[in-house]
């Protein structure tokens, strides 16, 4: 499928709808908690077991963005967004089909590993064709697309909850819902594949740069550059730290107000829960915008200090106040957010347009490990400390500093961060297609 040109008067902002629509969809993965109790009463499976398929879909994800990012550069948005569109929706069919004969590694291999992939090669779909619509706001245009991605869950989490009260929470009912899910998304997701275009020239909008202005750098050289793994250094630690509190929030603050005069109910520990997702959210447009004005190395500058900062306000002085708590917690979550969108326009500032999409999903390896890490060590020890007869506040404060010890050391890491050496570089993209073409017959 060759990637779709834009006609002559194309508008560059139907561009970033067509993003939307596709991580919209692929962020109900963020919902996933909600089919876990009824599957877990439902085919009696533990907290551990009902956790597999969206682990696993974590782990397909950076595995399938790095090693699909090539052939997303190669084929263009199109291409990416209809593998999205039926790996995703396949995988929500497998799971019905799953749940309605009560096989759970059917689930698992169609929500885990099939729609897994969907997400990975939904994720990058359309991150090089916006840098390259938007070179002179990329921070903006893919912040608005992986906001959708943060808020998908806002959308699907009320979503799947009404239908699971209305189908049921039976095997039954679940497999029905994921039924629904996999049609709706599929017809959803369409709209971004029909409405994707790739610009025709350089300059999409007249006023300003070219998109192949500056330094570029092909996915393989990137790689072996030390600014790449500085880089994965960075998000792997932001994404740590943000996950810690995201993966625990409703336990978290009913246990940091345990033994206060003012508990937290569970529906306020819900509506705890709803805050952060919205301060996720908001954090993507607001934050990745925002580094079109100040620049890449300083905003990740607040995000791994200021966030450092947070930590420190919970650990020693959460549990004496509320507001200070929420407003900490809600911060960091931001900056959580803002990483993740904000990573490919840093990605672009320093390897070009080239490649930047192979790059991004190379990168988001570090979301992968991340993923693993965070609840790792916030869970660990807080049932070590549990075991150990403490309780409250004190179940995470060894969590908490060691979650300031990694924003450290991606402080440190983006400090490091240089321009990319010239022996690095390779020409314009279309000159880099003529010297590979003449390679073969020179060797």
Not at 98 to 118: C, K, R, S
Not at 161 to 175: H, R, W
Not at 223 to 252: D, H, S, Y
Not at 290 to 299: A, E, F, V
Request: net charge positive.
């Amino acid at each position: 499928m060759s990637p779709p040109v834009a006609p002559p008067g194309w508008s560059r902002w139907l561009v970033p709808p067509a993003a939307l629509s596709v991580h919209l969809s692929i962020g109900q993965a963020y919902a996933w908690s909600v089919f876990k109790p009824p599957l877990e009463s439902a085919l009696g499976l533990s907290g551990t077991q009902s956790a597999l398929p969206f682990q696993l879909a974590i782990v397909m994800l950076g595995l399938s963005a790095a090693f699909g990012g090539t052939l997303v550069e190669r084929n263009g948005p199109r291409w990416a967004m209809t593998v999205a569109l039926v790996c995703f929706s396949s995988g929500f069919l497998i799971s019905a089909l799953g749940a309605a004969t009560e096989q759970y590694w059917l689930i698992v291999l169609g929500y885990g590993f099939v729609g897994g992939i969907g997400l990975g090669i939904g994720y990058i779909s359309p991150v090089s064709t916006l840098i390259k619509w938007f070179p002179d706001r990329p921070g903006m245009a893919t912040g608005i697309a992986i906001m959708g991605f943060g808020g998908g869950a806002l959308i699907a989490s009320p979503w799947s909850a009404q239908m699971l009260k209305s189908f049921g929470s039976d095997s039954s009912g679940i497999a029905l819902a994921f039924l629904v899910h996999g049609l709706s998304y599929a017809v959803f997701m369409t709209l971004g594949v029909l409405l994707v275009r790739v610009p025709r020239g350089e300059k999409p909008a007249a006023s300003g740069p070219s998109a192949l202005d500056g330094v570029q750098v092909s996915a393989r050289n990137a790689v072996r550059t030390p600014q790449f793994w500085c880089l994965w250094i960075v998000l792997c630690m932001n994404v740590t730290a943000g996950i810690g509190i995201l993966e625990k929030a409703a336990p978290m603050i009913t246990d940091f107000f345990a033994d206060t005069s003012t508990p937290v109910t569970a529906s306020a520990a819900a509506g705890f829960v709803a805050l952060l997702s919205a301060a996720n959210m908001a954090g993507r447009i607001g934050w990745s915008s925002t580094s079109d004005l100040i620049g890449r190395k300083n905003i990740y500058r607040v995000y791994l200090g200021v966030g450092a900062l947070m930590y420190a306000l919970i650990a020693w002085l959460g549990d004496s106040s509320k507001p200070l708590f929420i407003l900490s917690a809600l911060v960091i979550l931001s900056f959580y957010g803002g990483g993740f969108a904000t990573i490919p326009a840093y990605l672009k500032d320093l390897f070009g347009t080239y490649q930047v999409g192979a790059i991004h999903g190379r990168l988001l390896t570090a979301w992968s490990t991340a993923g693993v890490l965070g609840p790792l060590i916030v869970n660990r020890i807080a049932d070590h400390q549990e075991a150990a007869g403490r309780h409250g506040s004190s179940l995470y404060g060894l969590s908490f500093l060691i979650m300031i010890g990694l924003l450290a050391v991606g402080f440190v890491a983006n400090e490091f961060v240089r321009p990319v050496h010239a022996r690095h570089h390779i020409p314009a993209p279309r000159e880099a297609t003529d010297v590979a073409r003449q390679q073969p017959e020179s060797a």
